[in-house]
């Protein structure tokens, strides 16, 4: 290959040129500035600064029209676009553009020239972090494999009626008329028997338990109106609400440094076992829902206890993506995950994948089968900015990603000719004969 000396010469003159101009010309005014913009000052609603100087610089509404707030900032202003993001620690705002689905309706998909000015960076540095957004769920609701935490109070307080006597209660009987009558002390009470029964003089036993205190006093002098004609008698409770006592001890023991809480896991038939009161069905309550069902259980038996459910541990949530990724198998789910977000997690997608017949088996609420497919192609390959295909999954979901068609032939062809049959008898095409013979 032959070259031209005369060529040679003048592309070395243009390339001494270029780099003469460059060395002479302030890098500064290579940046490219918008329109309403100048190298001499910067105008922001019709107050001009210097440029470099200090800008109020402000943070514009989704049209880019109307100011919102104002933050001090030493840089530059992208006044034509409106879409700095600022804020202490954010550093110099920049001029974005980008699309945002909420601004076209009914779901319709947008494209990239829709794009518009847009706060895409409005936290900085802070984006790793997130803003606060929307809560994921409205209510949580139970499933198996969730933990609780119940956290026993001992209220000593009664809202409703009068308060009853249960087996372990102490109580003092006295008697005006008769000294002998009296069982029990203020320091060492009448102990009420499990059967309910508590033993005095003269009469033996007495059914105690589910009487209140009034009640017992006025059985006790009718009693013994048979013995004496005012027998005088009262009593006074020692010792009362064992019960809640007891199932405190069972929970966490009675010393002052035990926190008085028990951790139970939601069976697969979606019941807890507590103390007292034995098997609850908790799944699909929500936390309030679990503290008024297991309080009103209690109240059934006891008084002045309180339970204040807690949710220590979320069961785990796994979806299973098949197919042409990285690494198939199970991946756990610890956060609001889309499809994509779930094959990247499985090490992303493979060459041979097919990514627009994305397919999604889900089971709903009544553990029936439904499935849809997705086209992803798009989305993975910059073509779509708001892919209404890229959906969120559910806990169980069933990714795959399947071979494209060119993949099945490739398939079939190294199962067929190059693995298969013909890969043990070789096939050496057939040729004709054209002699007679």
Sequence with gaps: MSSDPGRLHAAAGCLLAVCALLMTTPLSSWAQTPASLTRANVVVHDTSYPLGSPVDARHFSPDGATLTESVPNGCSVCATHGSAAVGPGVGCPRCLMGIDCATHPCGAEARWQDMRPLPIDRYGPGGYAGPARLRHLAQYHLRPGDEIQLVYLVTRRQDVGQYRLTPGDEVAIESLADQD????????????????????????????????????????????????DDPAIDVTPVRTNTLAEDIRAAVGGLGGFTVQAINVTVMPDGHIRLPGIGAVDVQGFSLEQLKREINLRYAEVVVGLEVEPILANQAPHFVYVLGQVATPGRQEVVAPTTVLGAIALAGGHLPGGNLRQVVVFRRAEDWRLVSTMLDLNGAVRGKRPTPADEIWVRDGDVIIVPDRPIQVFNDFVRQVFTEGVYGIVPFGGISFNSEAN
């Design 181 to 228: 009558l009296s069982r029990g002390t203020l320091e060492n009470g009448l102990l009420v028997q499990p059967d309910g029964t508590i033993t005095v003089r003269l009469l033996g036993q007495v059914q105690a338990a589910g009487l209140t205190v009034a009640g017992l006093r006025d059985l006790l002098q009718r009693e013994y109106q048979a013995y004496y």
